[in-house]
């Protein structure tokens, strides 16, 4: 089993829509997460950390729920310029202190 | 914006040449990482480094080496280049922030080894 787990999609999606991303983790005592963007053929960009109450950035939410080890990100309102690939990212922490471990990515297309 | 850079940022090379992959930060950031990404694939951490002198194997076995001489630079030396090279190699570096670390990228180094 891969130690963050997403869903590739692709997704597809109206501007305008609102899409859920969902990403699981294995390792109980991972201790940050996040949620980077990646264009293609680009580095990958932090889009937010995750915090355990949930967090919102605008149009983006994030939910964490150690309990499950589940992740997500709620885009609310697509714009084209939301087409990317989006990395859920875990920290282990401990002595993994700094080491990220990043999922496969979700493929999110919005068209006009 | 990130000031970490990374030369080249394309590369094309015959099979058999040493080759040392550039990377640099000016935000004194003591940890810094390289990545190997193929296209549509997620990244693997090929080695790492907490401060100077300091450099460990990542979870993706990799016949490159690393250096890290002074906090700012970071390059990695492939001895002798292979086809089974070829791939994206990003280098990261973190600081700490409001209890966690906080990567960032650079801009990546396209490798093709004919």
């Known amino acids: 089993r891969k130690e963050v787990e997403q869903d590739p999609g692709p997704f597809n999606v109206p501007e305008g829509a609102t899409v859920a991303f969902n990403c699981t983790y294995s390792n109980s005592a991972s201790q940050s997460f996040f949620w980077y963007r990646q264009d293609c053929r680009k580095e990958p960009k932090l889009l937010m950390s995750v915090y355990s109450s949930g967090n919102e950035d605008g149009r983006f939410t994030a939910q964490l729920n150690r309990a499950s080890q589940y992740i997500s990100l709620l885009i609310r309102d697509s714009k084209l310029s939301d087409s990317a690939t989006y990395l859920c990212?875990?920290?282990?922490?401990?002595?993994?202190?700094?080491?990220?471990?990043f999922g496969q990515g979700t493929i999110l297309t919005v068209h006009p | 914006e990130a000031d970490i850079y990374q030369t080249p940022r394309y590369l094309v090379i015959g099979t058999g040449k040493k080759i040392t992959l550039e990377c640099s930060q000016t935000m004194g950031h003591d940890k810094m990482y390289w990545y190997q990404q193929d296209p549509g694939m997620e990244l693997h951490l090929i080695h790492y480094?907490?401060?100077?002198?300091?450099?460990e194997k990542g979870d993706l076995s990799s016949e490159s080496t690393v250096s890290r001489i002074r906090t700012e630079h970071f390059p990695l030396t492939l001895e002798s280049a292979r086809p089974s090279h070829t791939s994206q190699y990003l280098c990261?570096?973190?600081?700490?922030?409001?209890?966690?670390?906080?990567?960032?990228f650079g801009p990546g180094t396209r490798l093709l080894v004919l």
């Open positions: 990212v875990v920290n282990a922490g401990g002595t993994s202190y700094g080491k990220l471990t």
């Open positions: 990261a570096s973190s600081q700490m922030g409001l209890g966690y670390e906080t990567q960032y």
């Open positions: 480094s907490y401060g100077v002198n300091s450099t």
